[in-house]
């Protein structure tokens, strides 16, 4: 390679954010046949059976979080130079390199996720072998990275400026102490105000033709900083003029979760895809993200699991995929049920019995309190800086969805209904 090619740079074009623009050595990274496994992995698994436009990946939103953590990144040392050099020790070529460093990360963050995303997810192994605690895809993420893109990252010529590993990479994206200085740039990749969930949001929002994930993200870009007191050390935060931009993301989220994420077919088409993985998958779970088995890990992808459920595979899940044949919802909770409609929830599955297919729980939480809270600031050392939960009545008091939907087969669907039915007749006539 030519001292001009390793200068080259490379525009796509994304639906969200225009161009992105990758350096030769970025542009290399993504050419790796482990990172082109993201354009068969899609974003939203099967969400295209109910919002149709939902047949993005994980390829262009991993480039969406590069570019939007990107922008973050400058706003903050635009507007927060002073304190960085002060407080964290930086100088120009020091800012320079981590930015080059986060850049990476978050263009490799999403690297080790399974067939259709997170459904894969309940098929990760456990940590000893039987229980406890599953991997994460971000694990296999970090292992991918040490393992595969070494060469990638460690021998460009770009490198000779940085000296960058791919442990380096894995350690930010796993947060390990060993990534030292960096680890204060970490929040940008995981954390309530990441280029992961500002992208995902604008990204899945678009392409399943809904409004529910739009908020101001130009304002919190531009209003991204450090705020310049903090105990406890610097933190990266929002000023005083975005924290309503911040609370319209978190906002966002919850509308997307409830109406996009959480919808009715869409959980179910979860389940039937989870229980036709248990079928494809050898002994019903991924290999674990070491040596050789991380290898034979990264040959799943969505068409090799599509390939198999069009030669009839997967079992009954499988061909209730292949033929969109899901459970249908008898009956579900509110949001947020109380202890009387738990107690009720009860009495529907006695009511149900063996017309009862699947119970799916719908949960989440919408806010962290505590160290992970939001920080709002001014831009002096007298400002006091306070927790978005504070400050935002609707974000302070945003309770955690606990939903509970009952599902029966197609087949049996109007006589569950009617089963339900006359339960709830039967009690309103006793009031």
Known sequence: MTATDAHRTYEIRCPVHGFVTLNDWEWQIISQPAYQRLRRIRQLAWTDYVFPGAM????????????????????IVERSREILQSELGYNDDGLKRHKALVRLTALLHDIGHGPFSHAADELFPFRNGKDGDRYRHEEYSAAIVRRHFNDAISNHPLNTNYGFSAED??????????????????????????????????????????????YDWQRLAHTVAVPQTQEGGPRIGVTEGGWHAAEGLIVARY?????VYFHKTRVIYDHHLQGALAELV???????????????????DDWRV?????HGKGGDDGRRLAKR???????????????SELELLGKWREVLGDLLAAEMAAEKSWYKVGPADIQIHGGTPRTKVEPLSKLSSVVGNMKPI???????????SVDAVKRIANYEGRIHAKN
């Not at 994980?58 to 400058?74: K, N, P, Q």
């Not at 500002?198 to 739009?214: I, K, N, Q, T």
């Not at 509308?255 to 109406?259: D, E, I, P, S, Y």
């Not at 050898?282 to 799943?300: A, H, I, R, T």
Request: with cysteine; proline share 5%.
């Open 306 to 310: 599509l390939g198999l459920l069009q």
């Open 282 to 300: 050898p002994g019903s779970q991924f290999p674990v993200p070491m040596g050789k088995d991380l290898d034979k890990y990264l040959q799943w």
């Open 402 to 412: 606990r939903q509970v939907r009952l599902y029966s087969r197609p087949e049996h």
């Open 255 to 259: 509308f997307m979760f409830t109406q």
């Open 169 to 214: 990479v894995a350690n930010l994206l796993e947060g390990r102490p060993e990534a030292g200085k960096a680890l204060f740039w970490r929040e940008l990749i995981d954390s309530q105000l990441d280029a992961d969930r500002m992208d995902y949001l604008l990204r899945d929002s678009l392409h399943c033709g809904v409004s529910y994930g739009r």
């Open 56 to 75: 993005h990946t994980r390829f262009e939103h991993s480039l969406g979080v590069m570019h939007m953590a990107t922008m973050l990144y400058d706003g």
């Open 325 to 339: 044949n899901h459970l249908r919802e008898v009956i579900h909770t509110s949001e947020t049920p109380s202890s």
